[in-house]
């Protein structure tokens, strides 16, 4: 079945440096999306990308559709405390969601 | 917050019961998902209704069942329970459309969760 792999699994940084997840699928994926979620909190939609190629930015936060549609990456610049939490990529596809393991982020102040 | 109520927040039970979780989605969304996160085996997609019709189906256990209500609230039934039922139950809520055989793609809108534990 379609399975998408996100990179890294864990990161620490410390605040104000970059940080990047990559999400990646063997096939190529109709469109992505992406979630937050804080620590004890539930999934938050970020954003979709649907475009071969697409960027998209929401203030400190980059998101890439690659050209061939089967990655995708979100960079965040200068990370604040207030990134921290697992971040979540997956297509939506037949009515499912289907969600990769999931990158954790914490940052040291 | 999202909009979406699910009720317990916690459900404490032993194995071999049964549970059933609830689950109200924003007003006006026809579609409703629920989602099982577990410490191994992350955020798994179970199941969807769209205005009370089963549309998708994940990786749900012939143990769990769903239904979806005429007032579109749903409710996730998990029996004979085993100790790796322990998990957090999500649902989730999105308007529903169609376009011919590919739904739109939606954004999903996730409730607090009810946190599951099976002794």
Known sequence: GQQVMQIPQYQHVQEGEDFTTYCNSSTTLSNIQWYKQRPGGHPVFLIQLVKSGEVKKQKRLTFQFGEAKKNSSLHITATQTTDVGTYFCGPYQGGKLIFGQGTELSVKP | ?119
């Open chain 2, 1 to 119: 917050d999202s909009g979406v109520t699910q009720t317990p927040k916690h459900l404490i039970t032993a194995t071999g019961q049964r549970v059933t979780l609830r689950c109200s989605p924003r007003s006006g969304d026809l579609s409703v998902y629920w989602y099982q996160q577990s410490l191994d085996q992350g955020l798994q997609f179970l199941i969807q209704y769209y205005n009370g019709e089963e549309r998708a189906k994940g990786n749900i256990l012939e143990r769990f069942s769903a239904q979806q209500f005429p007032d579109l609230h749903s409710e996730l039934n998990l029996s004979s329970l085993e100790l790796g039922d322990s998990a957090l139950y999500f649902c989730a809520s999105s308007v529903g459309g169609t376009s011919g055989t590919e739904w739109y793609q939606e954004t999903q809108y996730f409730g607090p969760g009810t946190r599951l534990l099976v002794l």
